[in-house]
């Protein structure tokens, strides 16, 4: 099949690769990019860090949390231009946006939901949340868009949430903690606790431990790096072996629990809060999170 330009300068922005190889996975890929991506990663010619799908779009992100820390919400609003974004009005919708889902029962424990779930809940004076943003739109007059929104609701009585806003507000992290009322008094427990938000905006990981990975991911990056082993020769019977040892530092860059800490490297967010734990003498648990960041 004949290959568009925009497509190869787009699978060379992704992937590092030169034309050629670009033009070649596009190809046996049929113009699929995602497939075209993991082609170059299975031949060596691309990083992991798959980006095809992601669009850069301005906006905020943020977030509101209960008095009692039950409640967690992030909100994510785009809009056209970042100058927008620094609106103190633009500013006020997203506040508004997140209070709202925090308050709003119809949307307890809902998880992780695209924005779309919004649209036709009443939230001011009868008004719809699509009509509430098309007034904002009308005042600051440009588009805008609610993306997607996060709510966590605690499972038991010793569950809480934070957050982390990073300025000027493009990331935003919410995170699960369970631990007793008197652990989360300590200031030991208090600064583990803003220390793991900032480690999540940081470095980015997408489970929070290598339990929680899908199947499908796991048996998709086991194949890739298999390839990347049998190009350099090595003996089939030795492969599996070489696979799940490499695995261990995919763990280290999409799960939480795996991580090098962000202020000691020389040690991992799980053997971190386990020192705490036993400094405090209280059992302290992550229990689950999402990181939000504009456009991504």
């Known amino acids: 099949m004949a290959v568009d330009m925009k497509l190869i300068k787009k699978l060379r922005e992704i992937t590092g690769a030169g034309v050629v190889d670009c033009k070649k996975a596009l190809e046996e890929a049929q113009g699929d990019i995602e497939k075209a991506v993991e082609i170059l990663r299975k031949k060596g010619m691309a990083k992991a860090e798959k980006k095809a799908s992601r669009e850069t779009k301005e906006g905020l992100v943020a977030d509101f ?42 949307f307890k424990n809902t998880g992780v939901a695209e924005g779309e779930k919004l649209k036709e809940a009443k939230i001011e004076e009868g008004k719809t949340v699509d009509e509430f943003v098309k007034e904002y739109i009308a005042r600051i007059g440009e588009n805008i868009q609610v993306r997607r929104f996060a709510r ?33 008094q300590n200031e030991e427990v208090q600064n583990l606790v803003k220390d793991l938000t900032l480690q999540i905006a940081a470095m980015r990981p997408e489970y929070l431990s290598p339990e929680d990975i899908p199947e499908e991911v796991l048996n998709k990056e086991r194949e890739i790096i298999a390839e990347e082993v049998k190009r350099q020769g090595k003996p089939e ?15 280290e860059e999409v799960c939480l629990l795996k991580q090098p800490y962000i202020r000691d490297d020389k040690i991992k967010v799980e053997k971190l809060i386990k020192e705490v734990s036993k400094k405090v003498g209280k059992d302290i648990k992550v229990t689950r999170f999402v990181r939000f960041e504009v456009g991504v």
């Open 152 to 184: 966590f609701d605690s499972q038991n009585e010793n569950e809480k949430f934070f957050t982390y806003i990073h300025p000027p507000g493009k990331i935003g992290v919410l995170l699960g903690v369970e631990a007793d009322e008197e652990a989360f």
């Open 237 to 251: 019977h030795i492969i599996p072996k070489i696979v799940e040892g490499k695995l261990s530092k995919f763990y």
């Open 65 to 106: 949390v209960s008095e009692d820390r039950k409640t967690g919400v992030l909100v994510e609003v785009n809009c056209e231009t970042d100058f927008v974004a620094r609106n103190d009005l633009f500013k006020e919708l997203t506040k508004k946006l997140a209070e709202f889902v925090a308050k709003n029962e119809a």
